[in-house]
């Protein structure tokens, strides 16, 4: 049997899988296949090519703006939990207030330590 030959046999039981999501629910199919895949394969080829089509969906389908460094820091520390006395390499809770209210800018040696703790790349603290 020749490859063509057997991707089309084999094409009704995985399109499903392979397919651009066209609707919310198929993309929350895909999202939770692509967890499974990252918590029992570790790192594949498939996930690479479900995550591409995931990523065609959220192109289409999720406009992210621009934000700014605090809002980046705010959504980090709701994620992970963190409350402005957590962050004492930046300040004391008084300059993360600071911060926060828009009251004081980043400086270098904070968006550095930002970046590190959150491993994100220092630009997105750069508004």
């Given at each position: 049997?020749?490859?063509?030959?057997?991707?089309?046999?084999?094409?009704?039981?995985?399109?499903?899988?392979?397919?651009?999501?066209?609707?919310?629910?198929?993309?929350?199919?895909?999202?939770?296949?692509?967890?499974?895949?990252?918590?029992?394969?570790?790192?594949?080829?498939?996930?690479?090519?479900?995550?591409?089509?995931?990523?065609?969906?959220?192109?289409?389908?999720?406009?992210?703006?621009?934000?700014?460094?605090?809002?980046?820091?705010?959504?980090?520390?709701?994620?992970?939990?963190?409350?402005?006395?957590?962050?004492?390499?930046?300040?004391?809770?008084?300059v993360v207030s600071?911060?926060?209210?828009?009251?004081?800018?980043?400086?270098?040696?904070?968006?550095?330590?930002?970046?590190?703790?959150?491993?994100?790349?220092?630009?997105?603290?750069?508004?």
């Open positions: 049997m020749t490859n063509s030959a057997t991707l089309l046999k084999t094409w009704p039981k995985v399109k499903e899988f392979f397919t651009v999501p066209r609707n919310e629910k198929e993309y929350n199919r895909l999202v939770s296949i692509l967890d499974n895949l990252i918590d029992e394969a570790g790192d594949s080829s498939l996930m690479e090519t479900i995550g591409l089509l995931i990523e065609a969906y959220e192109k289409d389908n999720y406009k992210i703006g621009k934000s700014s460094g605090i809002d980046v820091l705010n959504y980090l520390m709701t994620e992970h939990g963190i409350k402005q006395s957590d962050l004492p390499d930046i300040g004391s809770q008084g600071e911060i926060l209210n828009g009251k004081r800018d980043l400086n270098v040696r904070q968006i550095k330590a930002l970046s590190e703790r959150f491993n994100v790349s220092p630009a997105v603290f750069v508004s």
